[in-house]
């Protein structure tokens, strides 16, 4: 059974670092898109970064040079290294993943179609 999960939300100060965690099972993600997106309360979920099947990364504008997203396919896990956090980063974090995936461009929103349960992550100033 495939099966996503995040750690590492955490309630932080302004400017602070986090590294937050998604291990799966159930498929490899070796050559499957993966995928960081968040959701902060009374707005839509929207993407922060994907690394797409052919390991290329996609970054939202507004966590450009701030946040890195790494995998590494042998413990099947994706991270999501956050630096200079700020106020409006505060959000629920949720990992994606796309097996089966064939298509040279990233996923759409509505096409992943595994997701964790989501991690918070809070920033005050």
């Known amino acids: 059974q495939r099966h996503l999960e995040e750690s590492g939300g955490a309630s932080v100060q302004t400017g602070d670092s986090l590294t937050l965690s998604c291990t799966g099972s159930g498929f490899s993600f070796n050559g499957t898109p993966m995928g960081w997106f968040r959701q902060a309360p009374g707005h839509a979920c929207v993407m922060v970064s994907v690394?797409?099947?052919?390991?290329?990364?996609i970054y939202a504008d507004s966590v450009k040079g701030r946040f890195t997203i790494s995998q590494d396919n042998a413990k099947n896990t994706v991270y999501l290294q956050m630096n200079d956090l700020k106020p409006e980063d505060t959000a629920m974090y949720y990992c994606?993943?796309?097996?089966?995936?064939?298509?040279?461009?990233?996923?759409?929103?509505?096409?992943?179609?595994?997701w964790g349960q989501g991690t918070q992550v809070t920033v005050s100033s």
């Open positions: 994606a993943a796309r097996p089966g995936w064939v298509l040279s461009r990233p996923p759409r929103l509505y096409e992943w179609n595994y």
């Open positions: 690394v797409n099947r052919d390991g290329s990364i």
